[in-house]
DNA sequence: TGTAAACTACGAAGACTTTCGTTGACAACT
DNA sequence: AGTTGTCAACGAAAGTCTTCGTAGTTTACA
């Protein structure tokens, strides 16, 4: 029940970290630094301090860490979304779907994999 | 573009005053007291700062102020979905549906109310 | 060997958030 | 009039988050 809530800076470090898989600080601050203007140091602490935290895992062995996430990106997903869902959305899924995609006119296929999803679920359970 | 963030203690009052109207900070602290301990000029501050923010206006012309939401529920709600969507689900509503309901078997009656807000979508707009 | 480059570690400033105590005004009651 | 209760305003402490500079170490190389 006790959720994991990484900070938004947190979850930039985490999100680039799945997507690069295990890597140095100088590759996901370069990743990173592509997107918005960040210090190497920033990117370093923010690392160091989810190291801290467990959240990431890291090899020391070689002069240049390499760190990898060490929780499952579904879990912390699943964490964000629900407490978004109790917070703000008072456990209304079709609440949080509907503002979700409210301004966005969602494409085709984008309805369909929504579907598909909820499929899923009816099959799987009632 | 640019998204109001309530803090969490600020989502609280709000919810707060959408449930029970044009509501005094008396009103809403005991609202929000039955939930959790915590102190009257607690409550009285937020809604002061949300005052400030300019998230709620107030009638001042009785001794005990009168609040109100100066902002569509709605709105807020798009702009904290579409965060989320956005930051931890790279855009991917299905995922962010998905996770949310992930731990919860969904009710049948949930899944249903999903699939009609989907419909809805279908039949506004492709 | 000595200088530059690449790293980690550390500390700290500045902003934001939450929480609450204190103060002073006003009101109600005796 | 004096005491008690309710209210808004304010300030400030404690915690968190972000950001970056500085220091010190190791590696590369001229």
Same mark, same amino acid.
């Given at each position: ?43 370093? &602490? ?58 966005? &006119? ?18 799987? &359970?009632?």
């Amino acid at each position: 029940m006790n959720r994991i809530r990484p900070t938004p800076g947190e979850w930039e470090i985490l999100q680039a970290l799945w997507k690069l898989g295990p890597a140095t600080v100088r590759e996901v601050h370069e990743s990173i630094a592509a997107e918005r203007p960040v210090q190497y140091t920033t990117t370093l &602490k923010l690392m160091q301090i989810l190291a801290e935290k467990g959240l990431v895992a890291r090899d020391e062995s070689a002069r240049a860490h390499q760190y990898r996430p060490a929780v499952e990106r579904e879990d912390l997903q699943a964490d964000a979304a629900e407490d978004l869902l109790e917070r703000v959305f008072g456990g209304s899924a079709a609440e949080l779907m509907q503002r979700a995609l409210s301004r966005r &006119k969602p494409k085709k296929s984008e309805l369909k994999e929504l579907r598909k999803t909820i499929d899923a679920w009816e099959g799987r &359970k009632g």
